[in-house]
C-alpha cells in the first residue's frame, strides 16, 4: 500500500512538471541563506504562552539541495538567536535559542524571469533552549517537538546568471512533545532529567526577512 501511495505521489510530481519539456528540467544545485525576524503564537504548554519564555528571534537559515526545473528540493538548518521572554526577566545573562532542521520543497513560478515568485512547504524537527545561572548554578532547560509543516512563500530578484535576492514569509506549525534540563553547579557537577511534556499545545513561528540563493 506504501509502495503505491509513493508511486502516485512520484507520478504525480511528473505530470506536474511535464508541460514544461524535458529540455527544461535542467537539474542544478541550489544552496540559500537566510536572515530575518521570527515571532512566536501559541503555547509551549497549558497556561505556558511561548512568548512568556522567547519575546522574539533572528532566524539564521541555511537551504541546500537539487533545483530540478521549477521545483528546489532539500533540507535546511536553521539556528536563531532569541530574546527571552518576560518569564525570565528576573535572571540575569539568561540566553535563548531555537534550533530547526528538516525537508522542504519550493515551487518556483517564474524561474526564467528577472522576477519569480515561489511558494513552498516544508517538515521538521525543533529544539528551543534556554539557559540561564540560577543562584551559584547554571540552569539549562530544553524543549523539543516534531514541525508538522510550515508553508513559505517569496520573490527571487536575479542578480546575474548564478545569484538570487528577495524576501520571504515562513509560518509554521509544530509542538513540543519532549523536556530535558540540566543543573550545573560550581564545581562543575551536573545534574539532568528528561520527560514527556504534559497537556501539549501547538505553537506557530512568524518569519520575515531576506534569502539569498546560489543556483549553479
Given at each position: 500500500m506504501h509502495r503505491r501511495w509513493w508511486r502516485a505521489g512520484a507520478l504525480g510530481i511528473c505530470l506536474a512538471i511535464a508541460p514544461a519539456g524535458a529540455d527544461e528540467l535542467r537539474t542544478s544545485f541550489e544552496a540559500g541563506v537566510r536572515v530575518g525576524l521570527a515571532f512566536p503564537v501559541g503555547d509551549i504548554a497549558q497556561d505556558s504562552a511561548l512568548v512568556d519564555s522567547i519575546a522574539w528571534s533572528v532566524p539564521l537559515q541555511i537551504d541546500a539541495g537539487a533545483r530540478i526545473g521549477p521545483a528546489f528540493v532539500g533540507g535546511y538548518f536553521s539556528y536563531a538567536f532569541g530574546k527571552a521572554g518576560n518569564k525570565l526577566d528576573n535572571l540575569s545573562s539568561k540566553s535563548a535559542s531555537d534550533v530547526r532542521v528538516g525537508f522542504e520543497v519550493l515551487w518556483h513560478f517564474a524561474p526564467g524571469a528577472t522576477v519569480d515568485p515561489w511558494a513552498g512547504l516544508g517538515i521538521?524537527?525543533?529544539?528551543?533552549?534556554?539557559?540561564?545561572?540560577?543562584?551559584?548554578?547554571?540552569?539549562?532547560?530544553?524543549?523539543?517537538?516534531?514541525?508538522?509543516?510550515?508553508?513559505?512563500?517569496?520573490?527571487?530578484?536575479?542578480?546575474?546568471?548564478?545569484?538570487?535576492?528577495?524576501?520571504?514569509?515562513?509560518a509554521s506549525l509544530g509542538q513540543y512533545a519532549t523536556g530535558s534540563g540540566d543543573i550545573?553547579?560550581?564545581?562543575?557537577?551536573?545534574?539532568?532529567?528528561?520527560?514527556?511534556?504534559?497537556n501539549k499545545r501547538l505553537h506557530s513561528w512568524i518569519s520575515v526577512g531576506l534569502r539569498v540563493a546560489l543556483v549553479l
Open positions: 521538521g524537527y525543533e529544539w528551543l533552549n534556554f539557559s540561564a545561572p540560577v543562584g551559584t548554578s547554571t540552569v539549562s532547560v530544553s524543549v523539543r517537538g516534531f514541525e508538522f509543516v510550515n508553508a513559505q512563500a517569496g520573490l527571487d530578484f536575479t542578480l546575474g546568471s548564478l545569484f538570487r535576492i528577495g524576501p520571504y514569509l515562513t550545573t553547579g560550581t564545581t562543575g557537577g551536573t545534574v539532568s532529567g528528561t520527560s514527556d511534556i504534559q
